[in-house]
Structures are given as C-alpha cells and as structure tokens.
T-cell receptor, first 113, second 114 residues
Framework: GENVEQHPSTLSVQEGDSAVIKCTYS??????FPWYKQELGKRPQLIID?????GEKKDQRIAVTLNKTAKHFSLHITETQPEDSAVYFC????????????FGKGTRLSVIA | DAGVIQSPRHEVTEMGQEVTLRCKPI?????LFWYRQTMMRGLELLIY????????DSGMPEDRFSAKMPNASFSTLKIQPSEPRDSAVYFC????????????FGSGTQLSVL
C-alpha cells in the first residue's frame, strides 16, 4: 500500500520568513496530494491540494509543488505569520473509486514573532 | 450543514470497559473514514466505508476494535475491552464522490483509558 514520509517533524521560523515542508510517497499510481492544517485542539482542515497533472499550484501565501518522477511534493509558505503555527499533514491517494487518503506523520510549525 | 458530528468529545474510561464512539457524516457524502491520531503514529486509517459497506478494515489494530455503519447517516466505532494504549484522538471523516473530493473531519473524540 501507499506510504507517505514527511519531513521535518518540527520546524521553527521567524515571522516573515518562508517555511518548506517536504513529503515523499511510494505508490506511483497516486495522483492526488492534499495538505491539511490542524491547529491545536482542532480538526484537520484542507488548505490546498494538487493533482498529478499539475506541477505547481499557488494560493496567496501558500504553494505546492509536485515532482512525479521523484515521487515527492512540497508545501511552501511565504511571509509566515504567527497564525500559521499549526501541525501540517501531507497526504496522497489514488483517485479511483473512493480510496482513502494516506497521511504523513505531520510537521509542527512554530512561527516566532 | 453542521458538518461531520462526533460524540462524545471526550471519553475517560477504565481499562476493560467498552467504549463506543459515534459519527454522523455530512448528508449526501457516500464515504466515511475512521482515523486515529497519536503523537507517535500520526493519523492512521482504521477503516472506511463506501455506501455504508466496509471496504478495508486492515487498519483496525485488533479484534477488540469493530465498526458499523447501519445507514448513511450513522457510524460507530467500538472498542471492547479497552486498554490504556487505545488512548488517542479518534476522528471520523466523510467525503462525497470520488477521491478528488474534499475530506471533511469531525471534531474528534479524545479517548483516555486509565
């Protein structure tokens, strides 16, 4: 089955700096890669996703990149703010039928003011 | 829509007791997933249903765990007997249509087994 590795497990950045979180996946058939943000004590919520027919996607201060050949994808947050502090999860799935998302173990991002 | 609704929010029980977690998916969603979250293992998929039918329960850790979905609007996850290592946050999530659709999580149940 699919296996998703995520790095780093913790990340501290100064407010205004950029943050990058990287994930690798094992199943070359995976074609959908969402990112979820979980604030302390809250539920995970989707912040951005990318499909395998696209190499990059951007939404304001966040962007995702995908390298299908290398089977890795990344989340980039620019101009970080204290409210970006949270745990971020990457995930992967195969869009056939209703296969489930397989999540990475998460990255705890701390933005220091 | 109120979103995915889970109950209880918190459950404290003693080792050996039966625990039942409940979930109401978003109306119209045809897939339901149970995840367990721990610091060590992150978000682990326990079981998922499509159109109320269990598809894959290979993530259920032991026979002590069971899940049902008797209709499109209700699912339960039962642990019997519970053990301290079952302590975790259990999330229910639902999704409409195919895999590209957004996955919506419930608020989770924080389970503590003493």
């Amino acid at each position: 089955g699919e296996n998703v590795e995520q790095h780093p497990s913790t990340l501290s950045v100064q407010e205004g700096d950029s943050a990058v979180i990287k994930c690798t996946y094992s199943d070359s058939a995976s074609n959908y890669f969402p990112w979820y943000k979980q604030e302390l004590g809250k539920r995970p919520q989707l912040i951005i996703d990318i499909r395998s027919n696209v190499g990059e996607k951007k939404d304001q201060r966040i962007a995702v990149t995908l390298n299908k050949t290398a089977k890795h994808f990344s989340l980039h947050i620019t101009e970080t703010q204290p409210e970006d502090s949270a745990v971020y999860f990457c995930a992967a799935s195969i869009n056939s039928g209703n296969t489930p998302l397989v999540f990475g173990k998460g990255t705890r991002l701390s933005v220091i003011a | 829509d109120a979103g995915v609704i889970q109950s209880p929010r918190h459950e404290v029980t003693e080792m050996g007791q039966e625990v039942t977690l409940r979930c109401k998916p978003i109306s119209g969603h045809n897939s339901l997933f149970w995840y367990r979250q721990t610091m060590m293992r992150g978000l682990e998929l326990l079981i998922y249903f499509n159109n109320n039918v269990p598809i894959d329960d290979s993530g259920m850790p032991e026979d002590r765990f069971s899940a049902k979905m008797p209709n499109a609007s209700f699912s339960t996850l039962k642990i019997q007997p519970s053990e301290p290592r079952d302590s975790a946050v259990y999330f229910c999530a639902s999704r409409a249509g195919t895999g590209y659709e957004k996955l919506f999580f419930g608020s989770g149940t924080q389970l503590s087994v003493l």
